[in-house]
């Protein structure tokens, strides 16, 4: 049951919120520190993303459910909504995001920092 609400999160069109953050975080059998790790921000962002009770940034967001779907998703999950990209929910981001295939997965790369 957990799985399929997993799922429907993150294909869902509109922003997670922290509740929702925790959950899939729980999923995946993350502390906030891994979590905060995978994602390349500090705990402390990860507390204040799941205690208030707003949606999270975009960046996080999108990096959230990515991460879920190349962690937890099988060969039978054939389907993940990349409409996540485009969501008019979100400001643009002035930040672009890059992901590069490291260790056997996709992973967020820091882009070098510009002059």
């Given at each position: 049951m957990h799985r399929l609400i997993a799922l429907e999160?993150?294909?869902?069109?509109?922003?997670?919120?922290?509740?929702?953050?925790r959950f899939l975080r729980h999923e995946?059998?993350?502390s906030r520190q891994s979590l905060g790790h995978e994602l390349g921000v500090e705990i402390a962002f990860i507390t204040q993303?799941?205690?208030?009770?707003?949606?999270?940034?975009r960046d996080?967001?999108?990096n959230l459910r990515i991460l879920y779907a190349?962690?937890?998703l099988t060969?039978?999950?054939?389907?993940?909504?990349?409409?996540?990209?485009?969501?008019?929910?979100?400001?643009p981001s002035p930040v672009p995001m890059v992901f590069t295939w490291a260790d056997s997965g996709w992973r967020l790369s820091h882009p070098a920092a510009r002059p």
């Open positions: 999160l993150i294909n869902r069109r509109g922003p997670l919120v922290s509740s929702e953050m995946m059998n993350l993303w799941e205690r208030n009770d707003r949606r999270l940034p996080a967001d999108v190349t962690n937890r060969d039978r999950d054939t389907t993940l909504s990349v409409h996540l990209l485009a969501d008019d929910d979100y400001p």
